[in-house]
């Protein structure tokens, strides 16, 4: 919640490119997405956070478990190639793929 309140008071900086304090100081945030894509880190921690976090707890070695695991990475994956948020495509292909490699077989 914190990161989500500091990327929202310094949203307008980061997507102007005009910095100032705030932006800079949350720089570790969105630097490496492009400017539209600012919260970017905050749909992967939020990735995050569902597969580690909630799903580990989750009705653990059921069949369910396993399916919204499946789901939400399958969905994060989709909308990742989809938007491409990354300023370096290399780094959109590299992100694309380890995504792709999460994918329970």
């Known amino acids: 919640m914190l990161n989500a309140t500091l990327l929202f008071c310094a949203r ?3 997507v ?3 910095a100032t304090p705030l932006s800079r100081a949350t720089a570790f945030l969105h630097r490496e997405y492009e400017p539209q894509f600012f ?3 905050l749909v992967d921690m939020s990735r995050r956070f ?3 976090g909630l799903f580990v707890v989750l009705e ?3 069949i369910t ?3 919204l695991g499946t789901i939400v990475s399958a969905v994060y ?3 990742q190639m989809q ?3 990354y300023k370096n495509t290399t780094d959109d292909y590299l992100a694309t793929a380890g995504s792709f490699a999460l994918m329970p077989r």
């Open 12 to 14: 307008k900086a980061i």
């Open 50 to 52: 569902l597969l580690v």
């Open 60 to 62: 653990p070695g059921t």
């Open 39 to 41: 919260w970017w880190e």
């Open 77 to 79: 994956l989709l909308i």
């Open 65 to 67: 478990q396993i399916t």
């Open 16 to 18: 102007s490119g005009k």
């Open 83 to 85: 938007a491409a948020p």
